[in-house]
Protein backbone atom coordinates (compact mmCIF):
# COMPACT_ATOMS: atom_id res chain seq x y z
CA UNK A 1 0.00 0.00 0.00
CA UNK A 2 1.26 3.88 -0.79
CA UNK A 3 1.02 6.18 1.65
CA UNK A 4 -2.06 7.18 3.42
CA UNK A 5 -2.84 10.94 2.94
CA UNK A 6 -5.96 13.01 4.31
CA UNK A 7 -6.96 16.16 2.92
CA UNK A 8 -9.11 18.77 4.22
CA UNK A 9 -11.27 21.22 1.92
CA UNK A 10 -10.56 18.42 -0.61
CA UNK A 11 -14.07 18.30 -2.47
CA UNK A 12 -13.19 21.10 -5.02
CA UNK A 13 -10.10 23.46 -6.23
CA UNK A 14 -6.79 22.85 -4.69
CA UNK A 15 -8.15 20.72 -2.16
CA UNK A 16 -9.20 18.38 -5.25
CA UNK A 17 -6.50 18.98 -7.42
CA UNK A 18 -3.84 17.94 -4.47
CA UNK A 19 -6.49 14.63 -4.25
CA UNK A 20 -5.49 13.87 -7.86
CA UNK A 21 -2.22 14.30 -7.64
CA UNK A 22 -1.48 11.97 -4.29
CA UNK A 23 -3.87 9.54 -5.89
CA UNK A 24 -1.62 9.61 -9.58
CA UNK A 25 1.78 9.43 -7.12
CA UNK A 26 0.50 6.26 -5.27
CA UNK A 27 -1.32 7.40 -2.22
CA UNK A 28 -4.59 6.25 -0.91
CA UNK A 29 -6.46 9.58 -0.18
CA UNK A 30 -8.94 10.14 2.39
CA UNK A 31 -11.02 13.89 1.01
CA UNK A 32 -12.58 15.58 3.43
CA UNK A 33 -15.33 18.82 3.67
CA UNK A 34 -18.52 19.90 4.85
CA UNK A 35 -21.07 18.83 2.08
CA UNK A 36 -21.52 15.00 1.48
CA UNK A 37 -23.00 15.56 -1.72
CA UNK A 38 -19.74 16.68 -2.68
CA UNK A 39 -17.85 14.96 -1.32
CA UNK A 40 -19.42 11.77 -2.70
CA UNK A 41 -19.12 13.89 -6.12
CA UNK A 42 -15.63 14.55 -5.62
CA UNK A 43 -14.45 10.62 -4.66
CA UNK A 44 -16.66 9.43 -7.46
CA UNK A 45 -14.95 11.90 -10.27
CA UNK A 46 -11.76 10.59 -9.07
CA UNK A 47 -12.47 6.90 -9.85
CA UNK A 48 -10.10 5.49 -7.60
CA UNK A 49 -12.12 2.66 -6.46
CA UNK A 50 -11.43 1.79 -2.93
CA UNK A 51 -7.96 4.28 -2.48
CA UNK A 52 -10.21 7.21 -1.95
CA UNK A 53 -12.78 8.02 0.46
CA UNK A 54 -15.29 11.11 1.81
CA UNK A 55 -15.43 11.37 5.41
CA UNK A 56 -17.25 14.52 6.90
CA UNK A 57 -15.40 17.22 8.40
CA UNK A 58 -16.16 21.22 9.39
CA UNK A 59 -12.60 22.17 10.33
CA UNK A 60 -13.73 25.05 12.62
CA UNK A 61 -15.18 21.89 14.70
CA UNK A 62 -12.20 20.59 16.66
CA UNK A 63 -14.12 17.63 17.49
CA UNK A 64 -15.36 16.81 13.85
CA UNK A 65 -11.67 17.91 13.20
CA UNK A 66 -10.63 15.61 15.56
CA UNK A 67 -12.63 12.56 14.67
CA UNK A 68 -11.54 12.72 10.94
CA UNK A 69 -8.09 11.62 11.87
CA UNK A 70 -9.37 8.86 14.22
CA UNK A 71 -11.69 7.61 11.54
CA UNK A 72 -9.04 7.47 9.26
CA UNK A 73 -6.74 5.82 11.87
CA UNK A 74 -9.38 3.43 12.78
CA UNK A 75 -9.76 2.65 8.80
CA UNK A 76 -6.64 2.64 7.88
CA UNK A 77 -4.28 2.49 10.77
CA UNK A 78 -1.60 4.96 9.83
CA UNK A 79 -1.55 8.68 8.87
CA UNK A 80 1.70 9.46 6.26
CA UNK A 81 0.45 12.83 4.75
CA UNK A 82 -1.75 15.40 6.44
CA UNK A 83 -2.74 18.63 4.08
CA UNK A 84 -4.55 21.32 5.98
CA UNK A 85 -5.82 22.51 2.96
CA UNK A 86 -9.50 23.97 3.92
CA UNK A 87 -9.32 27.92 4.87
CA UNK A 88 -10.70 30.88 3.36
CA UNK A 89 -11.80 34.50 3.49
CA UNK A 90 -14.00 35.37 6.22
CA UNK A 91 -13.32 39.63 5.48
CA UNK A 92 -16.08 41.87 3.93
CA UNK A 93 -14.00 44.79 2.78
CA UNK A 94 -13.94 46.77 5.59
CA UNK A 95 -11.11 49.02 6.84
CA UNK A 96 -9.25 48.16 9.89
CA UNK A 97 -10.95 51.18 11.53
CA UNK A 98 -15.07 49.70 11.12
CA UNK A 99 -13.98 45.83 12.10
CA UNK A 100 -16.28 44.82 14.80
CA UNK A 101 -13.98 42.69 17.50
CA UNK A 102 -14.03 39.04 15.57
CA UNK A 103 -12.97 40.16 12.68
CA UNK A 104 -9.71 38.46 13.64
CA UNK A 105 -11.00 35.72 15.58
CA UNK A 106 -13.42 34.34 12.57
CA UNK A 107 -10.28 34.14 10.08
CA UNK A 108 -7.98 32.83 12.92
CA UNK A 109 -10.50 29.83 13.26
CA UNK A 110 -11.25 28.87 9.93
CA UNK A 111 -7.62 29.36 8.87
CA UNK A 112 -5.44 28.67 11.52
CA UNK A 113 -6.83 26.77 14.45
CA UNK A 114 -8.38 24.26 12.15
CA UNK A 115 -4.58 23.28 10.92
CA UNK A 116 -3.07 23.17 14.55
CA UNK A 117 -6.18 21.14 15.43
CA UNK A 118 -5.27 19.09 12.72
CA UNK A 119 -1.60 18.61 13.80
CA UNK A 120 -2.42 18.21 17.18
CA UNK A 121 -4.62 15.03 16.42
CA UNK A 122 -2.12 13.62 13.75
CA UNK A 123 0.88 13.91 15.64
CA UNK A 124 0.40 11.03 18.37
CA UNK A 125 -0.02 8.99 15.39
CA UNK A 126 3.03 10.19 13.32
CA UNK A 127 5.17 10.78 16.40
CA UNK A 128 6.20 6.71 16.95
CA UNK A 129 6.70 5.68 13.71
CA UNK A 130 9.16 8.43 12.52
CA UNK A 131 7.51 9.58 9.92
CA UNK A 132 5.16 11.93 8.34
CA UNK A 133 4.51 14.86 5.70
CA UNK A 134 2.61 17.97 6.90
CA UNK A 135 1.28 20.66 4.05
CA UNK A 136 -0.25 23.46 5.36
CA UNK A 137 -1.94 25.50 2.79
CA UNK A 138 -1.08 29.19 3.56
CA UNK A 139 -0.97 32.16 0.90
CA UNK A 140 0.93 34.82 -0.88
CA UNK A 141 -1.78 36.56 1.40
CA UNK A 142 0.93 34.93 4.18
CA UNK A 143 4.25 36.65 3.05
CA UNK A 144 1.95 40.17 1.92
CA UNK A 145 -0.55 43.00 2.91
CA UNK A 146 -3.85 43.19 1.31
CA UNK A 147 -6.21 45.71 2.07
CA UNK A 148 -9.28 45.04 2.92
CA UNK A 149 -7.96 41.58 3.90
CA UNK A 150 -6.95 42.00 7.12
CA UNK A 151 -7.94 38.64 8.81
CA UNK A 152 -7.01 36.84 5.65
CA UNK A 153 -3.33 38.24 5.81
CA UNK A 154 -3.22 37.96 9.81
CA UNK A 155 -4.14 34.45 9.35
CA UNK A 156 -2.71 33.26 6.95
CA UNK A 157 1.20 35.44 7.92
CA UNK A 158 0.27 33.47 11.65
CA UNK A 159 -0.06 30.02 9.61
CA UNK A 160 3.43 30.58 7.82
CA UNK A 161 4.87 31.09 11.57
CA UNK A 162 3.08 27.91 13.00
CA UNK A 163 3.89 25.72 10.22
CA UNK A 164 7.75 27.10 10.76
CA UNK A 165 7.50 26.68 14.52
CA UNK A 166 6.27 23.01 13.81
CA UNK A 167 8.79 21.87 11.60
CA UNK A 168 11.30 22.97 14.69
CA UNK A 169 9.88 20.69 17.12
CA UNK A 170 9.41 17.51 14.59
CA UNK A 171 11.87 17.33 11.67
CA UNK A 172 14.35 15.59 14.20
CA UNK A 173 11.76 12.67 14.39
CA UNK A 174 11.09 12.39 10.86
CA UNK A 175 8.23 14.65 9.94
CA UNK A 176 8.54 17.53 8.06
CA UNK A 177 6.05 20.47 8.01
CA UNK A 178 6.04 22.94 4.65
CA UNK A 179 3.53 25.83 4.00
CA UNK A 180 2.26 26.29 0.56
CA UNK A 181 1.92 29.72 -0.79
CA UNK A 182 -0.60 29.68 -4.07
CA UNK A 183 -1.28 33.03 -5.61
CA UNK A 184 -4.42 33.88 -7.16
CA UNK A 185 -5.87 30.34 -8.43
CA UNK A 186 -8.50 29.74 -10.90
CA UNK A 187 -10.96 28.33 -8.23
CA UNK A 188 -14.66 29.03 -7.50
CA UNK A 189 -12.88 30.92 -4.08
CA UNK A 190 -11.16 33.55 -6.12
CA UNK A 191 -14.07 36.54 -6.62
CA UNK A 192 -14.51 36.08 -2.75
CA UNK A 193 -10.88 35.74 -1.99
CA UNK A 194 -10.37 39.43 -4.25
CA UNK A 195 -13.43 41.10 -3.25
CA UNK A 196 -11.77 42.57 -0.27
CA UNK A 197 -8.96 44.28 -2.15
CA UNK A 198 -11.54 45.21 -4.60
CA UNK A 199 -13.63 47.02 -2.55
CA UNK A 200 -10.85 49.04 -0.46
CA UNK A 201 -9.04 50.40 -3.53
CA UNK A 202 -11.64 50.77 -5.75
CA UNK A 203 -9.64 48.91 -8.61
CA UNK A 204 -12.33 46.03 -10.54
CA UNK A 205 -11.56 42.52 -10.55
CA UNK A 206 -9.44 42.66 -13.61
CA UNK A 207 -7.03 44.95 -12.51
CA UNK A 208 -7.07 43.27 -9.12
CA UNK A 209 -6.22 40.06 -10.63
CA UNK A 210 -3.54 41.53 -12.56
CA UNK A 211 -2.12 42.90 -10.01
CA UNK A 212 -1.83 39.89 -7.95
CA UNK A 213 -0.81 37.23 -10.79
CA UNK A 214 3.05 38.61 -11.07
CA UNK A 215 4.95 37.81 -14.40
CA UNK A 216 2.86 34.58 -14.95
CA UNK A 217 0.00 37.04 -16.53
CA UNK A 218 -2.53 34.72 -15.93
CA UNK A 219 -4.00 33.01 -13.01
CA UNK A 220 -2.29 29.43 -11.18
CA UNK A 221 -3.90 26.54 -12.43
CA UNK A 222 -4.71 24.27 -9.18
CA UNK A 223 -2.79 21.35 -10.55
CA UNK A 224 0.14 23.71 -10.34
CA UNK A 225 0.10 24.16 -7.19
CA UNK A 226 -0.81 20.43 -6.26
CA UNK A 227 2.20 19.60 -8.22
CA UNK A 228 4.09 21.42 -5.22
CA UNK A 229 2.10 19.37 -2.27
CA UNK A 230 3.44 16.35 -3.84
CA UNK A 231 6.48 16.89 -4.06
CA UNK A 232 6.36 17.97 -0.23
CA UNK A 233 4.08 15.10 0.17
CA UNK A 234 6.76 12.70 -0.78
CA UNK A 235 9.32 10.40 0.86
CA UNK A 236 12.45 11.83 -1.08
CA UNK A 237 11.54 15.63 0.53
CA UNK A 238 12.87 14.34 3.91
CA UNK A 239 14.93 17.28 4.20
CA UNK A 240 12.51 20.14 3.11
CA UNK A 241 10.92 21.22 6.51
CA UNK A 242 10.07 24.71 7.74
CA UNK A 243 9.88 26.23 4.02
CA UNK A 244 7.00 28.46 2.91
CA UNK A 245 7.06 28.12 -0.97
CA UNK A 246 5.23 30.42 -3.35
CA UNK A 247 3.32 29.25 -6.57
CA UNK A 248 2.49 32.76 -7.58
CA UNK A 249 4.29 33.12 -11.16
CA UNK A 250 7.02 35.12 -9.41
CA UNK A 251 4.69 38.35 -7.43
CA UNK A 252 6.23 37.70 -4.00
CA UNK A 253 9.96 36.09 -5.39
CA UNK A 254 10.25 34.70 -2.05
Known sequence: MGQIAVITGATAGIG???AKRLLADGATVVVSGRSAERGREAVAGLAAGDRARYIPCDVTDPRQVTNLVEETIDTYRRIDVLV???GGVTDDGRPIAELDDDA???AFTLNV???FWACRAVLPHMLPRGYGRIVNMASIAGKTGAAGLVGYTTAKHALVGYTKTLAKEVTTRGITANAV???????EMIPRELQGAIEATGADFGQAAA???GDLGRMVEPSEVAALVGVLASPQAGAISGAAISVDGGFTQY
Open 181 to 187: CPGITDT
Open 84 to 86: NNA
Open 211 to 213: HYT
Open 16 to 18: LAC
Open 113 to 115: DSA
Open 104 to 106: LDR
